[in-house]
């Protein structure tokens, strides 16, 4: 009876393990794109920004660096007026968060996974309480995780399976 219930407890765990290793994954993608967005941004004001108008005064005469420049002066100046909108700084600062405070759960549910491993006497009762706790956590990280308003197409299929081939060896 007492290697059933650790059976399913252990089971139970693995399954809250595996879900918060997956947002944690996942979230680090989404705060990776995030990033990527706020830095091309910040580039391209940079060089289209008012300071460097007269270094386009200087290209616009030079036929393929005229439509160049043009391009990225548009991309610029359509990119100052998004930003705020995307709220690329407040994603990150989300993303962030949430990936801190899944990655902290995953690593102490993988700590309560091997106490239950070497423990010579399992009580039950105790760790029950605690993936119970663990639970609560997770459902509490779930209410941070951000809506996410741009579609990004087919990364939860592919972190899922970039997660699997980080754990094959754990999964039955």
Same mark, same amino acid.
């Given at each position: 009876?007492? &290697?059933?219930?650790?059976?399913?407890?252990?089971?139970?765990?693995?399954?809250? %393990? %595996? #879900?918060?290793?997956?947002?944690?994954?996942?979230?680090?993608?989404?705060?990776?794109?995030?990033?990527?967005? #706020?830095?091309?941004?910040?580039?391209? =004001?940079?060089?289209?920004?008012? $300071?460097?108008?007269?270094?386009?005064?200087?290209?616009?005469?030079?036929?393929?660096?005229?439509? @160049?420049?043009?391009?990225? $002066?548009? =991309?610029?100046?359509?990119?100052?007026?998004?930003?705020?909108?995307?709220?690329?700084?407040?994603?990150?600062?989300?993303? $962030?968060?949430?990936?801190?405070?899944?990655?902290?759960?995953?690593?102490?549910?993988?700590?309560?996974? &091997?106490?239950?491993?070497?423990?010579?006497?399992?009580? $039950?009762?105790?760790?029950? #309480?605690? %993936?119970?706790?663990?639970?609560?956590? %997770?459902?509490?990280?779930?209410?941070?995780?951000?809506?996410?308003?741009?579609?990004?197409?087919? @990364?939860?299929?592919?972190?899922? &399976? &970039?997660?699997?081939?980080? =754990?094959?060896?754990?999964?039955?």
């Amino acid at each position: 009876m007492k &290697q059933t219930k650790k059976l399913q407890l252990w089971e139970s765990i693995f399954e809250t %393990y %595996y #879900d918060a290793y997956y947002v944690e994954i996942y979230s680090a993608e989404v705060l990776d794109r995030w990033q990527k967005i #706020d830095f091309i941004s910040k580039v391209l =004001i940079a060089i289209t920004a008012s $300071s460097s108008v007269v270094s386009g005064w200087a290209l616009w005469d030079a036929g393929v660096y005229r439509t @160049l420049w043009f391009t990225l $002066s548009g =991309i610029g100046a359509v990119l100052t007026v998004l930003s705020p909108i995307l709220g690329t700084g407040q994603n990150i600062k989300a993303w $962030s968060e949430v990936r801190s405070y899944f990655a902290s759960l995953r690593i102490d549910l993988d700590t309560m996974r &091997q106490q239950i491993r070497i423990e010579r006497g399992f009580a $039950s009762r105790r760790y029950t #309480d605690a %993936y119970l706790q663990f639970r609560k956590r %997770y459902a509490e990280g779930m209410q941070r995780v951000p809506n996410q308003t741009l579609t990004l197409g087919g @990364l939860a299929v592919a972190v899922q &399976q &970039q997660l699997n081939r980080m =754990i094959q060896d754990q999964i039955a």
